[in-house]
């Protein structure tokens, strides 16, 4: 069965400062993997995605991540959050066959500090 | 612009009743599906659907419902609420695995 790990629960930053977001999935094959953002009182938007090629890939506001297979990882990175960066982030895996299911991690709140 | 929209925003009903949380998207997506958001959890797949008349048990479906009688809606059904059901219910669509999937805004519901 496939899953998804966050490990952190919380995490707090400065402004300025880097930020790095950690998810471990579990699934037989290598699967479509997404970061999702979820400001206070909002619903998810969707940051970047990997489906194959480049293991590194761009997303919206400043943010990047990195496919691992030998991991199992799909990390989240920002060289330098800004205090609107604050919110909850999700790490989510589709599976590749036609009935891939969309299936989220329990969340990372990041909070970012003056 | 296309759009996925939930209604109601904000629901309180009382233990036992029927309650039926809507769901409508204007993208002509075929897949579509409901999570609950709880503290601790995250986003928990309660159903989903990949096309008209087509439903699937997700991993929390006990006690829910939905129906997929058309390409447009998927209305969730809780067929007799309790207080465990007290949640943010969020629906989302796609148009295929490949791609994103759009959310609505949520629905928070309170079972007193």
């Known amino acids: 069965a496939q899953s998804v790990t966050q490990p952190d629960i919380h995490i707090t930053v400065s402004e300025g400062a880097s930020l790095e977001l950690r998810c471990n999935y579990s699934?037989?094959?290598?699967?479509?993997l997404f970061w999702y953002v979820q400001s206070p009182g909002q619903g998810l938007q969707l940051l970047l995605k990997?489906?194959?090629?480049?293991?590194l890939v761009q997303g919206i506001k400043g943010f990047e991540a990195e496919f691992k297979r030998s991991q199992s990882s799909f990390n989240l990175r920002k060289p330098s959050v800004h205090w609107s960066d604050a919110a909850e982030y999700f790490c989510?895996?589709?599976?590749?066959?036609?009935?891939?299911?969309?299936?989220f991690g329990a969340g990372t709140q990041v909070v970012v500090t003056p | 612009d296309a759009e996925i929209t939930q209604s109601p925003r904000h629901k309180i009903t009382e233990t036992g009743r029927q309650v039926t949380l809507a769901c409508h998207q204007t993208w002509n997506h075929n897949n579509m599906f409901w999570y609950r958001q709880d503290l601790g959890h995250g986003l928990r797949l309660i159903h989903y659907s990949y096309g008209v008349q087509d439903t699937n048990k997700g991993e929390v479906s006990d006690g829910y419902s939905v129906s997929r009688s058309n390409t447009e809606d998927l209305p969730l059904t809780l067929e007799s609420a309790a207080s465990s059901q007290t949640s943010v219910y969020f629906c989302a669509s796609r148009r295929t695995v490949n791609t994103e999937a759009f959310f609505g805004q949520g629905t928070r519901l309170t079972v007193v």
């Open positions: 990997y489906f194959s090629g480049d293991t």
């Open positions: 989510a895996v589709a599976g590749t066959d036609s009935w891939g299911k969309l299936q």
């Open positions: 699934y037989g094959a290598t699967p479509y």
